[in-house]
């Protein structure tokens, strides 16, 4: 695995306590189970996922610790190689910043993380997945960080939905 990544970011302007980003670690189970269940899905994760998914080398995690190192945000992201792009496409699967700690900086703070993974990966498209259901203030979250909204047509099989 690459070198640990943190950083610690002082939201400008403000007298919000600094928050740092630092990669997901298997310790952190609980706490993303929480942000999960936060951002409305109901069973969250467990600890056996959480070990899976840190450990696999096409997703990365990064959580916002505050200054305890409790994490109060997170950002799951994937990236494969993909045969139209030539080359790696990254997807936001998760992002999810806990009530108490939004418009402190810490969404962008994730995502200016993920855009500079994306440039060491050479990614060639950084798409995010959203919620069917998306706020108007997500919405504007979103493209203030760059982000168009396009149609994608998702589909999902029925038959693999759920399967344990």
Not at 7 to 29: E, H, K, L, S
Not at 134 to 153: H, K, L, M, V
Request: proline share 6%.
């Amino acid at each position: 695995m690459s070198q640990p990544i943190v950083r610690t970011v002082t939201p400008a302007g403000t007298d919000a306590p600094a928050f740092r980003i630092r990669r997901a670690r298997r310790g952190d189970a609980e706490a993303m189970a929480l942000l999960l269940r936060e951002l409305g899905y109901p069973q969250g994760t467990d600890q056996q996922t959480v070990h899976w998914v840190v450990s696999h080398p096409e997703i990365e995690i990064f959580v916002a610790g505050d200054p305890q190192d409790k994490p109060v945000g997170m950002l799951s992201f994937s990236h494969r190689p993909q045969l139209r792009l030539r080359g790696r496409v990254a997807t936001i699967d998760e992002l999810v910043v806990t009530e108490t700690w939004r418009r402190r900086g810490v969404g962008r703070a994730l995502i200016k993380q993920i855009l500079e993974r994306c440039k060491v990966l050479s990614a060639r498209q950084l798409q995010l997945v959203s919620p069917m259901a998306i706020t108007p203030e997500a919405r504007n979250f979103y493209t203030a960080c760059g982000f168009s909204e396009i149609d994608a047509g998702v589909f999902r099989h029925v038959e693999t939905e759920g399967r344990h």
